[in-house]
């Protein structure tokens, strides 16, 4: 197991603090899609008694008859009677002539961070292999805070891993170009160590399901910067509603 303590106390090892720092921040980026960037609409998928599925929004709606406007077949007056089920499809908006479910990674490609984040009101809590724990909060539709830790405590009372993560996100341009900046602040409970932890920003061109992000993180220690950068260059595109391509690229560049 790594031992928290030798690393943390030791200054001379600046490269093996920077890759320790950056494993923790790329594993607690802000997951999730901002709703305040995007315009969703209240979709509905209707399935009828003879098999037929149609998707779109309900115009109007009695004991009789459902209204509801396709993309492609326009407006159907559907009988009560058909209708075999039928069910909101949350978080889709307007693709082409089609409806489409929102991007639930927009935030964050494999691991690292994308200008996207939460909405005003969204939260999440996110678990990785059981130990890591973090709960995060969009206060506005520009700003979200991340608070998490690993419970080592539960081990015998060994030191707990604590860490907060602002977040500002700037769109620039609405889903064409947003700046993301904020910065990783951790500390070791239960040991005399300095806070530790990553100032990032990333800018992203493109929308939710089809962008490009160029970032950079400076990693420090108390009050010593680490003079090692690194920086990520990622792209994804959405290739099917289900589906996406995702390539996400980390590089050190030694000046």
């Known amino acids: 197991m790594l031992n928290w303590r030798n690393l943390f106390n030791r200054r001379k090892m600046k490269k093996s603090i920077l890759f320790c720092l950056l494993s923790?921040?790329?594993?607690?980026?802000?997951?999730?899609?901002?709703?305040?960037?995007?315009d969703t609409l209240r979709v509905y998928r209707i399935e009828t008694r003879d098999g037929n599925t149609y998707t779109g929004t309900v115009i109007s709606e009695n004991s009789n008859f459902v209204i509801l406007k396709t993309e492609k077949l326009g407006e159907l007056?559907?009988?009560?009677?058909?209708?075999?089920?039928?069910?909101?499809?949350?978080?889709?908006?307007?693709?082409?002539?089609?409806?489409?479910l929102l991007n639930p990674q927009s935030s964050r490609y494999f691991l690292a961070p994308s200008g996207y984040g939460l909405a005003k009101g969204?939260?999440?809590?996110?678990?990785?292999?059981v130990l890591f724990n973090q709960f995060s909060y969009g206060f506005s539709?520009?700003?979200?805070?991340?608070?998490g830790l690993v419970p080592l405590f539960l081990f015998d009372g060994t030191a707990t891993p604590v860490w907060l993560i602002p977040k500002i996100s700037i769109p620039l341009k609405k889903q064409s170009f947003h700046l993301g900046a904020g910065a990783f602040l951790g500390t070791i409970i239960g040991e005399e160590s300095d806070f530790f932890g990553l100032l990032f920003g990333?800018?992203?061109?493109?929308?939710p399901h089809n962008n490009f992000s160029f970032g950079?993180?400076?990693?420090?220690?108390?009050?010593?910067?680490?003079?090692?950068?690194?920086?990520?260059?990622?792209?994804?595109?959405?290739?099917?509603p289900r589906s996406y391509f995702i390539s996400e690229n980390i590089i050190k560049i030694q000046f």
């Open 122 to 129: 969204e939260a999440y809590y996110q678990n990785i292999w």
């Open 24 to 38: 923790i921040f790329l594993l607690s980026v802000l997951p999730g899609y901002s709703q305040g960037t995007i």
């Open 216 to 240: 950079m993180a400076y990693g420090f220690v108390g009050d010593e910067l680490v003079d090692i950068p690194v920086f990520n260059l990622n792209f994804m595109t959405r290739l099917s």
């Open 141 to 147: 539709n520009n700003f979200s805070v991340g608070l």
């Open 202 to 207: 990333t800018a992203t061109l493109g929308n």
């Open 77 to 100: 007056k559907i009988p009560v009677s058909d209708i075999e089920s039928r069910e909101e499809l949350k978080g889709t908006q307007r693709g082409g002539d089609s409806y489409r």
